[in-house]
């Protein structure tokens, strides 16, 4: 079942009363369908910089830098955000993950279904 809902500010002509029953049996709404249902729309859990950088030192026994993280997503195309603290010039030249390191972001990735 779905209600659509026209918010307005002037007053109703008429009003329809629904009336739903909840439970098991002939015309009753289950409730376990609509927990399912909730459940496909709850947005998924953000995962973050550090949830990869966790994992990755957890399986593999090393750790990355967040900038190599960053540097697989954008070779890969995967939306990025501005950084807050983002530099015109870099100090120094930037470093770039080893093949091996690569190759665990992008497990991470998979394990988090970001690819």
Partial sequence: METVVLL????????INVKVEFGKGEGKVP??????RAE???PKERV???MIKEYIEAKYGFKVHTAY???????????????????EELKQPRKHPTA????????AL???KIV
């Fill in 69 to 87: 993280i960053a540097e697989v997503k954008r070779d890969l195309g995967l939306p990025m955000y501005d950084a807050p603290n983002a530099v």
């Fill in 48 to 50: 973050t910089y550090k």
């Fill in 31 to 36: 409730l376990d369908n609509i927990a399912k």
């Fill in 8 to 15: 307005s500010h002037k007053k109703p002509d008429g009003h």
């Fill in 40 to 42: 496909s729309y709850k």
């Fill in 100 to 107: 091996e390191k690569v190759e665990a972001i992008k497990d």
């Fill in 110 to 112: 998979k394990y988090f």
